[in-house]
């Protein structure tokens, strides 16, 4: 059965996009590849214009419009990198655009979008419900509907990295891929597969967004009962049908990574790499932490995206730094008298670990008349001073409550 995208078509888009896109950088990193053994090398989509590749796909199938589809104006759905390349897009082709977004979109992602020209409507919870706002908006005013991940231009824009990829790291035999509708997912499989079958291509899947398994499983798209990830830019219900066929003919294997992980991976590009990245951007990294001995080096894994919210950014660190070993979050109660505090700081700088926050309490249930309970969130160096920290605490006699 022919495949809805081939290589001429991933060609075809790169001529559409030479001055358009830019030809990111592919960074290696020097702490993962110690981790795997091998080269690792990242493909830094996260400093492509409008800060993700989704203008690859977005240009692609925008200028391909008629001149009458582009009077008409474009209509899209999206969490917000969809948004922006869509945004960035119709404001370099002279296209009015709107934009339906999830009401819980990243403000900055919000802002940008709007700050490239578009119209923004707020609707749903998620990429699927604003999805549906979308296409009656385009139903209604005859709008053209450039789908997130559902097409074949989309789809052949996004292959672009997957060229760019071979050309940069012509030794490359394994291809780490963020995927959400897993439009990024199948171009580069359509990109790479063509010339290079040797070349494992992976798609990562946030574990509690994971649509992709059991849709490969059952032999056709299977929607998700419900989401929950801090990825809200691969958290995509169900596949699309150009990009499922792609992968199921051309991918290697889809994968799966903890909410842990995906925090890791964001503090280790930021600690590591110097790279802002957004969860779903370092999905393919979080693979890498989570099975390091899995893959096949050298390594490419493609950063999808950098528009990370400021807010979820310092939520996420926090998470990161805690799922390494190296923040610790708990409550000890002590005496109500003068030097109680003192005595319990003295303890934590004899095992050298940076306080971050205190918190009194003095009225509660479970307290005594002369006893105050502090909550204390501190910053280790790993695992290992975490436990020597607690165990400190514990043998100077305090009593500690997680959670």
Known sequence: MALPVTLDDVLAAREVLR?????????????????????VHLKCENLQRA??????????????????????????????????????????LGIHSTVFMPT??????????????????LLGESIDEALVGARAFAERTGAVLIHPFDHADIVAGQGTVGLEILEQCPEVRTILVCTGGGGLLAGIAAAVKATRPDVQVVGVQAA??????AS?????PVALAAMSTMADGIAVGCPGEVPYALVRALVDDVTTVSEDSLARALLFLLERAKMVVEPAGAAAVAALIERPGAFR??????????????????????HGMSAAGRYLQFRLRMPDRPGSL???LALLAQVDVNVLD????????????????IGLQLETKGPAHSEAVLTALREAGYPLRFG
């Open 19 to 39: 001055d358009v896109s830019r030809t990111t950088p592919l960074e290696h990193s020097r702490a993962l590849s110690e981790r795997v053994g091998g080269p």
């Open 358 to 373: 205190v918190e009194h309490v003095r009225t509660g249930a479970q307290l005594h008349l002369d006893e105050v309970e």
């Open 104 to 121: 819980g979109a990243p403000i900055p992602k919000l802002l940008a979008t709007r700050g490239y020209g578009a119209s923004v409507e």
């Open 208 to 213: 509690q967004a994971a649509a992709y398994p």
């Open 297 to 318: 080096p050298p390594v490419v894994a493609v950063l999808s995206g950098g528009n990370v919210d400021p807010l979820l950014l310092l939520r996420v660190l926090r």
């Open 216 to 220: 490969l499983a059952a032999g056709h």
């Open 51 to 92: 800060g993700s590749f989704k203008i690859r796909g977005a240009y692609t199938r925008m200028s391909r419009l008629s001149e009458p589809e582009k009077a008409r104006g474009v209509v899209a759905a999206s969490s917000g990198n969809h948004a922006q390349g869509v945004a960035l897009a119709a404001q370099m």
């Open 342 to 344: 003192v005595a319990v």
